[in-house]
């Protein structure tokens, strides 16, 4: 195996190479499961679990954590890491089956897309919709937060709002999170029949566009607006209450 698949990975954009890097056991076995494995790194303890997972599909090497952390460029402690083919995002089509959809056009943050794709995988939700300039479902740092759940939950890609028209036309209600005047309470969510619940950029919210691909807007209501700045939830604790109420 060609150690430097694992080497300086902060540095390098993991998502043009095509290749997904898993870390910790639970993680490594829903890449094993899901994916084309390139080569698995252990430490001695985990050793025996590596082979397992491989299960003869790639090499193993059993390497001390030192030596782990410094091939990779960060300190490491997991036990299991491996490298992987990256699984392709289709195109988000006309139709779809299921009931329950996340729309995400634009999430910055790998820790809050994986922690809100983990809440959907959880409470069942069906699916998740990536725009064009929605960080990488499949970096480290999304695939260790969501626990594998950006592997497990159906994924698609769109690439403009106006994409979103065919589900609409085809039933799907798509509501907005958005803090505006007019926007209903969670509860409602639970009364659509099949449902796409958008969630905007963590900063600056549902674009202008996007937003008017909705049908409606939806908001948590907030207990206090005041100077110090506490006027909003994450938007991984919003997308918990929201998924929760519209499961």
Known sequence: MDLRVFADLPDRDLRREGVL????????????SRCVLLGVLAEPSAAAEAEALAAGRCPCI????????????????????AA???????????????RRLLVLPDPTDPVNLGATVRSAATLGWDGFVLGPSACDPFGRRALRCSM????????????????????????WTIVAAAVEDGADGPRSLATAGKLALMLGNERTG??????????????IPQARKDEDGVDS???????????????
């Open 206 to 219: 549902i674009g202008e566009a996007w937003r008017r691909s909705c049908a409606r807007a939806v908001a």
């Open 233 to 247: 939830l994450n938007l991984a604790a919003a997308a918990a209450i929201l998924l929760w109420e519209g499961r």
């Open 148 to 171: 594998g759940a950006t592997l497990i939950l159906p994924a698609w890609t769109c690439g403009e709002p106006a994409h979103l028209a065919p589900l609409a036309d085809d039933g």
């Open 21 to 32: 890097i898993g870390e910790g056991r639970l993680v490594v076995s829903r890449v094993a």
């Open 62 to 81: 059993v390497l001390s954590a030192d030596r782990i952390s410094a091939l990779a460029g960060y300190p490491f402690h997991r036990g299991l890491i």
């Open 84 to 98: 992987a083919e990256r699984p392709a995002v289709p195109v988000l089509p006309d139709r779809l089956p299921g």
